[in-house]
């Protein structure tokens, strides 16, 4: 038998529920009068006791208070598999591509991220936009300045935050200000962020190439030989996005099979390792991503703004390859997951140079959500509501705009019900923001 957890701060809430009774497959349970149980454990996290319908639960736990939210729905909160916090001033510039957008917005406003305080405040604004958008867990670049993370691990270990981040690695093809110039220095620097931060609280690190073409050999590999130093950390970086800096990278490294082969030789492709993009692979890339089990990051607003190409949902299933949503601010165009969604749903479908699919809406929830965490390697801490996972969630309100609320009170199935959210929603769906137990509304 395992040992009963020493429980405190027990809670009870009374809405509708929704979550995923097998974190593994995209189906949801949905459960119009349910009652979710939490409690703070031995270890100080709030985790979920229970779930289930209300009249089966209540009897069971009548000596705690309950908080009701008549009309609203209970939901994990939201998981965003990749999104840069130091590019939230930059999103919605106007760029010809991602070569120049980089160039022109992203780099030169990334500089300021050797302030301190300047990356505090940015990092405060940036999560609150986060919990503000139900996103309750974020894997995070930073920028090529230890400062960034140190900044932003502060502000999300304040707010009591599941977050993970890394210092970007760059030692070449980059500006002043941004640029490792000692490539031995950014490693150590590295390694001493994660003993300063990964595991603390709730915060994890991840080794962060910014991608292929801005790191020397000698960097990607120190990188790698970090990651087999600390196995539990994530690594994080862009793979196969646009054809030109596709183009590049076989340009820089002409040895490589693929550009995914560069990480590979480096070391740097393993189980808890997060490629954003991954438009551009091919079978044998994919099959190599599952095998180690690495995970790709869909960004699918990104993708359309920068006219980078279509994430190819059939092969990644045929492939055994993981995959999750991804916002990618601020070349992604909202933190909104429901834009995230809906434009994912809008590129699965696009038949261009192959077959369209349809992704069913609560595919596409689990994709941000449970599907996310797994692909993260937080199943059963994340992005669910199954008895064990952390109390993070987001309380919706399908009424929350005119047009919803007659949309929502005429569907009949809970596909038609999702997808009217995700289709019709945005930051007003969500009525509350649960982080531990605590709800956390962030009025900006």
């Not at 941004?178 to 490539?183: H, Q």
């Not at 073409?213 to 196995?231: D, R, Y």
Request: contains cysteine.
């Amino acid at each position: 038998m395992h040992p009963v957890p020493h429980l405190t701060e027990r809670q009870a809430w009374s809405a509708s529920l929704l979550w995923f009774p097998d974190p593994a497959k995209p189906q949801a349970q949905h459960e119009t009068d349910g009652l979710l149980v939490t409690a703070r454990e031995a270890d100080g996290i709030v985790r979920v006791q229970a779930i289930g319908p209300y009249r089966e639960l209540a009897p069971q736990y009548h000596d705690l208070p309950v908080t009701h939210w008549p009309g609203l729905c209970i939901a994990p909160g939201f998981v965003d598999l990749h999104i840069h916090y130091p590019q939230t001033d930059v999103i919605g510039s106007p760029a010809e591509g991602l070569l120049p957008w980089l160039e022109h917005y992203t780099f030169p406003h990334e500089k300021q991220f050797a302030n301190p305080a300047y990356a505090r405040e940015v990092s405060a604004f940036f999560l609150d936009e986060l919990m503000r958008h139900g996103v309750t867990t974020a894997l995070c670049f930073a920028t090529a300045h230890p400062e960034s993370v140190d900044a932003f691990m502060t502000e999300a270990q304040q707010r009591h935050l599941r977050m993970v981040t890394g210092k970007v690695l760059q030692d070449r093809h980059s500006p002043d200000g941004l640029r490792d110039t000692d490539t031995e220095l950014s490693l150590r620097q590295t390694e001493d962020l994660i003993r300063r931060w990964h595991g603390v609280d709730r915060l994890g690190y991840a080794i962060t190439p910014r991608f292929a073409p801005t790191s020397t050999q000698a960097q990607l590999h120190g990188a790698g030989e970090i990651a087999q130093q600390f196995p539990d950390v994530w690594i994080q970086s862009h793979v196969a996005e646009n054809v030109d800096e596709i183009r590049w990278v076989h340009e820089l490294f002409p040895d490589a099979r693929s550009y995914l082969d560069v990480y590979d030789r480096a070391g740097l492709l393993r189980q808890r390792s997060v490629y954003a993009h991954c438009i551009y692979l091919d079978e044998t890339d994919r099959r190599r991503m599952a095998e180690v089990g690495a995970t790709a990051a869909v960004s699918p607003t990104s993708n359309l703004f920068l006219g980078s190409g279509f994430f190819d949902y059939t092969a990644s299933d045929a492939a055994g390859l993981r995959y999750g949503l991804a916002s990618d601010v601020g070349g992604g165009t909202s933190f909104s997951p429901f834009h995230t969604m809906h434009a994912a749903y809008t590129v699965a479908r696009q038949s261009v140079g192959r077959a369209g699919i349809s992704l069913s809406p609560e595919h596409l929830w689990w994709q941000h959500t449970a599907g996310a965490a797994d692909a993260l390697d937080l199943s059963g801490k994340v992005g669910n509501l199954l008895p064990g996972c952390e109390a993070d969630f987001v309380v919706l309100n399908p009424q929350a705009t005119p047009l919803l609320a007659r949309r929502t009170a005429q569907t009949e199935t809970l596909a038609e019900w999702l997808f009217a959210m995700i289709v019709l929603g945005d930051e007003r769906l969500i009525a509350h923001t649960v982080i531990q137990g605590q709800s956390v509304n962030i009025d900006l």
